[in-house]
């Protein structure tokens, strides 16, 4: 058995990549804590693997004293000396204590030690080898669906796609090939747990790597990238070569390298926009495919103001403003975009009402000037006293003529009364003829 147990644990060591010494001590820690459980725990004891033959001894260690008091762990000097004659009282001697049947015992342990530590150094092993490959891109195949998370299997171990790592609109089938991102790995009491995503724009990037040699070797470095999963991906780019066209390298002969990022994203728009130092041109490169007329920029508040044409208005602000949107993440401005003629409108107001506005000046300080002109305040006392005069003396003079009119009337009754009694006087005089 002893041989055969070597022989096994150097197959371990080239196949699993687990060190048998590694094994070995593990081997003996096992052992010791068999030989209490059967033997008894009182002992302090040693085991000894013989690397070269597989042999296994177990040693009870004693202290060296005067008088013995406990058998299992004290020694008389005389008996030590049966051991070697250079011990003296208080040091620790070694005595063997192998019982006959303990190779039954050594070889149940030895298994079970050996398919524990392969399993630990197993998981230890993925694990070191998932969390070097974070942030990084990896092929698997859609092993099976739990609930709404994707079980996919990345060959040593299986990785969790959860539902909010899904890209909106994919279909996924069992057996299907995809690539993840792997965007977190934990270590468990069992296998490391493993999280990938298919929406996180670090994909995009790593595609980008795979497709383009360019990006790959540091020519073309990724600024920065805005990404709404399914439906479109804006990034900048810039070439640290001026001899290289950073879009053109990034989109290939005809669009092939390109093509190739949209099928794996199923149809995902990818815009390539060349990165600049210039924040006008930058923003304006950053409405692709919307053409800008004009860019005016705010340092203070982080603001620009697109001027487009009137028919690109729509193709600026995008779907439910997405164009805009992704615009605006990837170069971190808030961006305000209007048509020439809303540019037009809103000048022509500003300047009827600012006409307006200075008319109206105008005619206030023209009014205040021949107020003052005319007018100080005293005389503007003294004519408001001879208005109140004039009016008096009207309102006099009406009461004056009234009282004509009154006495107009008193006298044509006066008149009227006089006729009447000449009129009866010869009235009587022809009666008396």
């Known amino acids: ?7 096994a644990l150097e197959q371990l060591e080239k196949e699993k990549g687990i060190s048998k010494d590694v094994l070995i001590d593990a081997i003996e820690q096992a052992l010791i804590s068999a030989y209490k459980k059967n033997f008894g725990s009182g002992q302090s004891v040693e085991v000894h693997f013989d690397k070269q033959t597989g042999e296994i001894k177990v040693y009870a260690l004693k202290t060296i004293v005067e008088e013995v008091v406990d058998q299992g762990t004290e020694m008389s000097l005389e008996q030590a000396n049966l051991f070697g004659p250079d011990f003296e009282v208080g040091d620790m001697v070694e005595v063997e204590v192998t019982p006959r049947k303990f190779g039954r015992i050594a070889a149940q342990t030895a298994k079970q030690v050996v398919m524990q530590r392969i399993r630990e150094a197993e998981r230890g ?21 739990d609930r709404k998370n994707i079980i996919v299997d990345l060959g040593k171990v ?6 909010s790592e899904q890209t909106p609109g994919e279909k996924y089938n069992v057996h299907d090939r995809i690539k993840v991102y792997v965007i977190n790995v934990k270590k468990t009491n069992k296998n490391p747990q493993i999280y990938v995503s298919r929406t996180h724009p670090g994909l995009v990037k790593r595609l980008l790597e795979l497709e383009v040699p360019e990006i790959a070797d540091g020519t073309i470095e990724i600024k920065t990238i805005a990404r709404e999963a399914g439906s479109r991906t804006k990034i900048a780019i810039y070439s640290k070569n001026e001899n290289v066209d950073p879009v053109g390298a990034c989109v290939g002969q005809r669009g092939s390298r390109i093509r190739a990022i949209v099928d794996e994203l199923q149809g995902e728009m990818i815009d390539v926009i060349k990165w600049s130092s210039d924040d006008e041109e930058y923003i304006a490169a950053s409405l692709s495919p919307a053409k800008v007329l004009r860019v005016d920029i705010d340092e203070e508040n982080k603001v620009a103001r697109v001027i487009v044409p009137d028919f690109q208005l729509s193709l600026a602000i995008g779907k439910e403003g997405q164009n805009a949107r ?19 409108e809103h000048i022509e107001s500003q300047l009827f009402n600012n006409d307006l506005a200075y008319e109206y000046e105008e005619d206030e300080a023209d009014y205040n000037e021949d107020e003052s002109a005319d007018y100080s305040e005293q005389e503007f006392e003294e004519a408001e006293a001879q208005e109140e005069e004039v009016s008096s003396e009207d309102d006099s003079q009406e009461n004056n003529s009234e009282e004509i009119e009154d006495t107009d ?10 006729t009447d009694q000449e009129e009866s006087v010869e009235d009587g005089e022809d009666t008396e003829a």
């Open 1 to 7: 058995m002893s041989a055969e147990l070597i022989f």
């Open 326 to 344: 992704l615009a605006a993440k990837l170069t971190g401005w808030k961006i305000d975009i209007k048509s020439e003629s809303q540019l037009r």
């Open 158 to 163: 299986e990785a969790v796609l959860p539902l």
């Open 125 to 145: 092993l993925i694990f070191d080898e998932f969390s070097n490959r974070e942030d990084d891109i990896l092929n698997g195949v859609v092993s099976r669906f």
């Open 409 to 418: 009337t008193v006298s044509a009754e006066d008149t009227e009364g006089e």
